[in-house]
């Protein structure tokens, strides 16, 4: 079959960069042609939240003949995208989907779609809605997601959220693939520890990823203190770039008392160094108030981590479990 297929590669970061990759070889692997369609700018700088949109990765996940056409901020080249598209008449179009940053070109998309090409257009939903949506999001999504003639969700709980979103829509759950391209680089706890100046006798609890409010980082650590009580010395290892006010974290961890048990690394983890945090873990903590899908729950799956989470169906989903 011949696909187009659209939505962030290399030299932008992050989960669903890496997963889009991923499918772009998967596809390319079962056989089937694939036009791979990226952006020229993904975000304008003064919206992204975090230091940059880019990998900064030494070993970054490359696709190769990725065609970077589309400009977030520029109409023009949404038209000129499609009318590429026609002429390379697919048998499908499959479009990530995750934030209503991008509704307005992919309502052009499906508009242009259904007047001109009508091809099966496939959604894979990251997030039916954003993580902290807005009022305006559910208007967003809705006005998007109707051009789409299928949908990829990645649990029951989302398959749910779409269903109450747009009755009828036709969806399938594929769950979130573990990865398990980061796992060859997997070094003995001893070593990977003593690169990260950590103690080798205490549990190590690993927070990974984008610091968002989301995520539960504040509750976790106020949980600090009774784990210490239960565990005596512990390490907790925040591994990643915070887009929440910094200053408010280092305030509750001084409050708490718990400074000499965190460490911090406030940045975006490239490519080479995720099984050094990894390999020198005990468990990935995910405390997540809610949660759609997550990258570090499947790299911990990867690298044989335990995952700790609140109590819930989704992360029970994610972390490959079923109720008991």
């Known amino acids: 079959m011949r696909f187009v297929l659209i939505g962030p590669v290399y030299p932008y970061r992050g989960g669903i960069a890496h997963y889009t990759t991923m499918l772009y070889r998967a596809l390319r692997e079962g056989g089937h042609q694939v036009l791979l369609i990226s952006f020229k700018r993904q975000y304008p700088r003064w919206l992204f939240p975090g230091r940059s949109d880019r990998d900064p990765s030494r070993k970054p996940l490359r696709a190769e003949g990725t065609q970077h056409w589309v400009d977030s901020l520029n109409p023009i080249t949404w038209l000129v995208t499609f009318l590429r598209i026609r002429r390379y008449r697919p048998d ?13 070109a992919w309502f052009v998309f499906g508009v242009l ?27 967003l999504t809705r006005l998007v997601l109707r051009w789409g003639t299928r ?34 680089g997997r070094i003995a706890k001893e070593d990977a520890r003593e690169r ?10 690993l927070f990974f990823g984008i610091v968002r409010e989301y995520k539960g980082l504040r509750d976790l650590l106020k949980a600090m203190p009774k784990v210490r009580a239960r565990l005596g010395e512990v390490k907790l290892v925040i591994a990643g770039e915070f887009w929440e006010n910094k200053e408010s974290y280092l305030g509750l961890i001084e409050g708490l008392g718990i400074r000499d048990s965190v460490v911090i690394e406030d940045r975006y983890i490239p490519n080479e160094e995720v099984a050094l945090y990894f390999s020198a873990a005990d468990v990935l903590v995910a405390p997540h108030r809610r949660m ?3 990258g570090a729950v499947q790299m ?11 109590s819930s169906p989704r992360i029970r989903e994610a972390a490959g479990e079923k109720q008991g």
Request: aromatic content about 12%; some cysteine.
């Open 92 to 104: 499908a179009i499959i479009l990530q989907w995750w934030t209503t940053f991008w509704a307005p």
């Open 113 to 139: 779609n259904r007047l001109l090409l009508r091809r099966p257009l496939l959604y894979i939903c990251h997030n039916v809605l954003p993580h902290e949506a807005k009022p305006w999001d559910r208007w």
């Open 151 to 184: 949908f990829i969700v990645q649990s029951e709980t989302e398959r749910a959220r779409l269903a109450a979103l747009m009755p009828g829509a036709q969806s399938t759950v594929v769950p979130h693939p573990v990865y398990d391209m980061f796992a060859d």
């Open 196 to 205: 990260l100046g950590l103690p080798q006798d205490v549990p190590v609890l």
């Open 292 to 294: 759609t899908g997550s």
């Open 300 to 310: 911990a799956r990867g690298f044989g981590v335990p995952v700790i989470g609140l």
